[in-house]
């Protein structure tokens, strides 16, 4: 597989609506789409397609449309999911609970441990998975070998345990708390605001 090239922060979101609909393609047995065909689906215009895809290498032909597989391979190595990850919770209330729940399993992301500073949640079971105490959570880190860390905790609290992950091997925080995180290190942080997404919907209702 070639290098990763160096894609655009705008790009990165739009590539896990291309990998969704791509996956619905094959499922469909369709080997090959033109950018107009796709962009009736998605909703990107078809020049926008074009230019995204780009990105990825020459997998466009002039009349004959994109190699669908090829397309959806591509994009899956660059969004890393045909990798495995190990993950943990901070925070077991409403949304750690919520994203415990949920099955993210299927996708590669593995669930290794919970953690919170509750004496009433501490011991409780999710998923199979027993919430720990977080003054155990740099131990954890330390000999299990952890790549993501899901932050559902007060804002107060977070870039205390951020530092925590950082400095323990975690390569990447998942951040529900509504704080702007500083890592110590070169640990990617994505930001989940629901809120935020809520507020768009607003703004495009009151606009
Ligand atoms: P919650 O109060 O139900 O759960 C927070 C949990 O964190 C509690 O169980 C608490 O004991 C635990 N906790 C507190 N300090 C801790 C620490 N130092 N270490 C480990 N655990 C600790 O709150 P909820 O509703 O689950 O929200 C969690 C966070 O997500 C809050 O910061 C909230 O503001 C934020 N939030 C984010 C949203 C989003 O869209 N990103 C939407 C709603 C809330």
Redesign the pocket.
Known sequence: MEKKKQISMAVIRRLPKYHRYLRELIKNDVDRISSRELSEKIGFTASQIRQDLNNFGDFGQQGYGYNVKELYNQISYILGVNKEYKTII?????????IANYNFEKSGFHLTGI????PK?IGLKLRDIKVQD?DQ?EEFLKENSIDIGI????????Q??CDILCNNGVKGIW?????DLVPSKDVKIE???????LLTLSCLMNS
């Open positions: 901070v925070g077991a209330g409403n949304i750690g609970q919520a953690f919170d500073v509750n949640l977080v959570l932050l559902c905790i007060p804002k107060n609290a977070a205390r345990i951040n529900f708390a509504p704080v930001n989940a605001h629901l809120s935020e997404s």
